[in-house]
Structure formats: structure tokens, C-alpha cells
T-cell receptor, first 116, second 109 residues
Framework: GAVVSQHPSRVICKSGTSVKIECRSL??????MFWYRQFPKQSLMLMAT?????????EQGVEKDKFLINHASLTLSTLTVTSAHPEDSSFYIC????????????FGSGTRLTVV | GQNIDQPTEMTATEGAIVQINCTYQ??????LFWYQQHAGEAPTFLSY??LDGLEEKGRFSSFLSRSKGYSYLLLKELQMKDSASYLC??????????WGAGTKLIIKP
């Protein structure tokens, strides 16, 4: 149980365009979804926390107008990278906390974004 | 502040045993997690400790000492597929995970 499906797994886009990444909890309700970014050889960096039906909470230094997060239902959260630039190229991972915290966070499979 | 410290890189031999240490400082404490992450993939859950002591799960074991703010992950009978990064994460009083930078484990034949 506790599966999070993330799409797309890889995306290449042109500079200036927008990219949407979806995360769905398949067999549980995720009232809270977490969005991370990971640069090569670095640890996970929390970007924002999204709560179903309310505005996301962004970490310091993360532009909320650039990284739009929508959590419209208990099973779907989306991250849209707007006006992407090469420096936005990274590995983006979503995760949701299962109701039983013993299982920690369940991660999506990640999205490798390359902006050219 | 909150902080997780773990070694950057370790090397071990196939078939041997390796221990990856982690020290933590969190605002409140709701458990210590270990995750495995292969290159280019998302982390996968390995273990969770909230009480002192050793939790054994097959070839992997995890230990916690809350008084020392210390944990370790023990990997036995190392296999080449164990080459990966191992992430230590502490859960604070708000149930947020505080991540370490990860330990890259290199397994040599």
C-alpha cells in the first residue's frame, strides 16, 4: 500500500515554457503533499508543502509565482514550473505522508526536468 | 537549529559489513528514518526507529540512541546492488522530515 504515482518521469522543455508535474496517491488519501528538488550529488531540498484545499506553504527562497502548486483533491497535487530556465533543470520529487507515520513519507518516482 | 550529519561517502567490499552513522538535532523528535536512493531514482523507505535499540530487517539493521542523538544503519553481506546513497532523516515535533545530505556507499568486488 501507500503508492504515489508521479508523471512525467522525464521532460525536456524549451526555455520560457511551462511544465506541469503530477503526483497522485493511488491507495490512500494524501491531505498533505511535499515537493522536493534535488540537484546532482545533493540531498533533498523541500520546496513547498501543499495541503488539500488550501494554499501551499513555500520554503524560504522558493518563488511561489514560479513554482505553482495546486492540491485540488485528496489524491492529486500538481507542480507547475512556469517560464522555465536552464537553472530550473533538476530532479523534482513529490511525497505524501501516510496516515501511519511509521511508514514515513512515500515518494513518487521523480521527474527529471531538463530546460534547454 | 535542526541538523542531520552523516558521512559523505563510504567504501566497502562485497560480502562485508558496513555501518553508516548519523547524528541528529531536531526540534522535538518523532522518529529517525533511513532511506536508500539509487542514482536517478526516488528514495525508498528502509527503516524507522522511534525507541532506543536495534531494529533488524533482513540484511539491514538500524539502531537508535535518543539520549545521544545518534543512529546507524548496518548493512550485512553486502551486494553490488547495495551501491547507493543512504539518507538519514529525523522527524521533528511537527512531523516534518529533516534530511541529511546522504552517504554515498560504494561497493567494490
Amino acid at each position: 500500500g501507500a503508492v504515489v504515482s508521479q508523471h512525467p518521469s522525464r521532460v525536456i522543455c524549451k526555455s520560457g515554457t511551462s511544465v506541469k508535474i503530477e503526483c497522485r496517491s493511488l491507495d490512500f488519501q494524501a491531505t498533505t503533499m511535499f515537493w522536493y528538488r534535488q540537484f546532482p550529488k545533493q540531498s533533498l531540498m523541500l520546496m513547498a508543502t501543499s495541503n488539500e484545499g488550501s494554499k501551499a506553504t513555500y520554503e524560504q527562497g522558493v518563488e511561489k509565482d514560479k513554482f505553482l502548486i495546486n492540491h485540488a483533491s485528496l489524491t492529486l497535487s500538481t507542480l507547475t514550473v512556469t517560464s522555465a530556465h536552464p537553472e530550473d533543470s533538476s530532479f523534482y520529487i513529490c511525497s505524501a505522508r501516510h496516515s501511519d507515520s511509521h511508514y514515513g513519507y512515500t515518494f513518487g518516482s521523480g521527474t527529471r526536468l531538463t530546460v534547454v | 537549529g535542526q541538523n542531520i550529519d552523516q558521512p559523505t561517502e563510504m567504501t566497502a567490499t562485497e560480502g562485508a559489513i558496513v555501518q553508516i552513522n548519523c547524528t541528529y538535532q531536531t526540534s522535538g523528535f518523532n522518529g529517525l528514518f533511513w532511506y536508500q536512493q539509487h542514482a536517478g531514482e526516488a528514495p525508498t523507505f528502509l527503516s524507522y526507529n522511534v525507541l532506543d535499540g536495534l531494529e533488524e530487517k533482513g540484511r539491514f539493521s538500524s539502531f537508535l540512541s535518543r539520549s545521544k542523538g545518534y543512529s546507524y544503519l548496518l548493512l550485512k553481506e553486502l551486494q553490488m546492488k547495495d551501491s547507493a546513497s543512504y539518507l538519514c532523516a529525523g522527524m521533528d515535533s511537527n512531523y516534518q522530515l529533516i534530511w541529511g545530505a546522504g552517504t554515498k556507499l560504494i561497493i567494490k568486488p
